[in-house]
C-alpha cells in the first residue's frame, strides 16, 4: 500500500479577505492592516490568498497584517520589507508553520 505525503493547498477555492488598516502605526512608518480573527483557521499550513486592502500607503517603513492580535510582517515576493502598497486586491502567499506572508502581485 502507497502512502501518499503530498501537501495539497487551497482545497476549497483562493479565499478573498478584506484588510481595513488599522491606527496602529501610520501610513508613513509600519503601516498595520487588520483582517477579521480566524482568517486562517480553515485554510492549509500553506498557500495564497487574495486580500483587498482598503488604503494605499507608499512611504511606510514596513507593513503587518494584524490577525487574532497578533502582527505578522507582509514581505516583498524576494522576502524583503515592503515601501509600497497601493489599495485593491492582492496576491499573498501564506505559509502558517514559518509565520511568513509574501505578496506576489
Do not use: C, W
Not at 488598516?21 to 503601516?31: E, I, K, L, R
Not at 502567499?93 to 509565520?99: E, G, S, Y
Request: aromatic share 6%.
Amino acid at each position: 500500500m502507497a502512502i501518499n505525503n503530498e501537501y495539497i493547498g487551497n482545497r476549497g477555492g483562493i479565499p478573498l479577505v478584506a484588510a481595513t488598516q488599522t491606527t496602529a502605526g501610520s501610513a508613513t512608518a509600519n503601516a498595520v492592516f487588520s483582517m477579521p480573527n480566524h482568517t486562517f483557521r480553515a485554510m492549509g499550513v500553506a498557500g495564497i490568498m487574495v486580500i483587498n486592502f482598503d488604503a494605499a500607503t507608499t512611504t511606510a517603513t514596513g507593513f503587518e497584517i494584524m490577525v487574532n492580535n497578533s502582527t505578522l510582517p507582509l514581505l516583498a515576493s524576494n522576502g524583503e520589507a515592503l515601501t509600497a502598497l497601493t489599495a485593491g486586491l492582492h496576491i499573498i502567499v501564506f505559509d502558517k508553520q514559518n509565520n511568513k506572508l509574501q505578496l506576489i502581485v
